[in-house]
C-alpha cells in the first residue's frame, strides 16, 4: 500500500494548482485540502465566515490570516488528514500563515513543500480561458470544454468563469502572490523542505515530475536512517 504524504503546494494563480492537488490526492490517498473550494463553499452556504470573505474574494483580496488558519486548523485536526496525510492547496499564502500551519501540523510537521513553476504569460493565458464548475470544482477551459453543454463531466453541474477570473482581479490575485506568497519560497527552502517543479506541459508531465521529486526524497530520508 502506497505511504500518504503530508504536502502542500505552492505556485502562482493559474500555475495548475488545482489540477495537480487533485492527481496527487488520489495517488497518495490523502484528502484534497483547498482553501480557496472550502472558502467558496462557506461563501455559498452563507455562513458568517463566508459573509465576511465574501467581498474579499471577489475583489482578489485575502481573507485575513487569522480566519483562514483557524479553517484550516480544523480541518488538518479531522482524523482522515491527522492519519494518513493531505495534499494542501491555497494555504499558506503569508508568512503568518506558514507560522501558524508550522504549529498545525506539530509533532510530525510537513515532508516536502511544492513549487509549481510556470512563466507569468502563461498563467494570464490559462486564467483568461478557466472555466470551473460551481458544484466540485472541476476544472476546464475554452479550449477543453465538457463534453456536453457547459456541463459538468463529473458531476453535472453548472460550468462557468470564476467571479475573480477577470482580468482586474486576476493582476491584483498575481500582485498580492509576489507580494506576500512568493516570500514563503525562501521561507521553505531555509527549512530544507522546497522542491521546484517545472509546471509546463501537459498534467501527467508535471504529475510525473512532483511524484518523482516525493520518491527522490522518500528514498533519501530511508538512506539516512528516517
Ligand atoms: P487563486 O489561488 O487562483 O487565486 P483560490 O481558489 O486558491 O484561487 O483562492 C480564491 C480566493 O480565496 C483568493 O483570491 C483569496 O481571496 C481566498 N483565499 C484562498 N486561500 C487563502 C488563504 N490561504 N489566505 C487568504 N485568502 C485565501
Known amino acids: 500500500m502506497i505511504s500518504g504524504v503530508r504536502l502542500v503546494v505552492l505556485g502562482k494563480q ?20 483547498s482553501t480557496g473550494d472550502m472558502l467558496r463553499s462557506e461563501v455559498k452556504s452563507r455562513s458568517p465566515l463566508g459573509q465576511r470573505a465574501h467581498s474579499l474574494m471577489e475583489q482578489g483580496e485575502l481573507i485575513p490570516d487569522e480566519m483562514v488558519m483557524e479553517m484550516v486548523g480544523a480541518r488538518l485536526s479531522e482524523r482522515d488528514t491527522t492519519g494518513r ?4 492547496d491555497g494555504c499558506p499564502r503569508t508568512t503568518v500563515q506558514a507560522e501558524s500551519l508550522d504549529a498545525i501540523v506539530q509533532p510530525f510537521g510537513l515532508d516536502i513543500v ?16 478557466r472555466r470551473v464548475c460551481v ?8 479550449a477543453a470544454p465538457p463534453l456536453v453543454n457547459w456541463t ?13 477570473d477577470t482580468e482586474e482581479v486576476i493582476e491584483r490575485r ?14 521553505y527552502k531555509a527549512r530544507d523542505l522546497l522542491a521546484e517543479i517545472n509546471g509546463t506541459g501537459s498534467p501527467d508531465a508535471v504529475t510525473r515530475r512532483v511524484v518523482g521529486a516525493i520518491d527522490t526524497l522518500r528514498r533519501k530520508m530511508k538512506g539516512d536512517g528516517a
Request: charge should be negative.
Open 174 to 187: 498575481l500582485n498580492l502572490y509576489e507580494e506576500e506568497t512568493a516570500p514563503l519560497l525562501d521561507w
Open 135 to 142: 458544484d466540485c470544482g472541476a476544472n476546464y477551459s475554452t
Open 152 to 164: 459538468c463531466d463529473v458531476c453535472g453541474g453548472e460550468v462557468v468563469q470564476r467571479d475573480d
Open 85 to 88: 496525510g493531505f495534499v494542501l
Open 114 to 129: 511544492i513549487n509549481l513553476q510556470v512563466p507569468t504569460n502563461l498563467v494570464m493565458k490559462r486564467l483568461a480561458s
Open 14 to 33: 493559474g500555475a495548475g494548482k488545482g489540477t495537480q492537488c487533485v492527481r496527487l490526492s488520489h495517488h497518495y490517498v490523502v484528502p484534497h485540502v
